[in-house]
Nanobody, 118 residues
Framework: QVQLVESGGGLVQAGGSLRLSCAAS????????MGWFRQAPGKERVFVTE????????YYADSVKGRFTISRDNAKNTVYLQMNSLKPEDTAVYYC???????????WGQGTQVTVSS
């Protein structure tokens, strides 16, 4: 069982930056691929980015490539999402998630709100 707690959301002006954190419980954090998803008002939750267990491999949605960076610190059981050059369309609830297999994400955080004003 893995419990995930996101933090770092807030209100920022367009062009600004935020860093989200996701703290995970459990001693097996380093064995999980970690991802970030987001859900805008009235829309489905969508994939943003993910990072493999070692941090060597990362993947990004086209909409955030070049602006967002995912990283992890296995010693701290934490994954980060650095978000730069934020746009109003980045406004959403951001969720952290963990998976061990390719069959999908098993564990989810409660989400943190990111609001980008124009």
């Amino acid at each position: 069982q893995v419990q995930l707690v996101e933090s770092g959301g807030g209100l920022v002006q367009a062009g600004g930056s935020l860093r989200l954190s996701c703290a995970a419980s459990g001693r097996t954090f380093s064995s999980y691929t970690m991802g970030w998803f987001r859900q805008a008002p009235g829309k489905e939750r969508v994939f943003v980015t993910e990072i493999n267990w070692s941090g060597a491999n990362t993947y990004y949605a086209d909409s955030v490539k070049g602006r967002f960076t995912i990283s992890r610190d296995n010693a701290k059981n934490t994954v980060y999402l650095q978000m730069n050059s934020l746009k109003p369309e980045d406004t959403a609830v951001y969720y952290c998630a963990a998976r061990k297999t390719l069959q999908g994400y098993d564990y989810w955080g409660q989400g943190t709100q990111v609001t980008v004003s124009s």
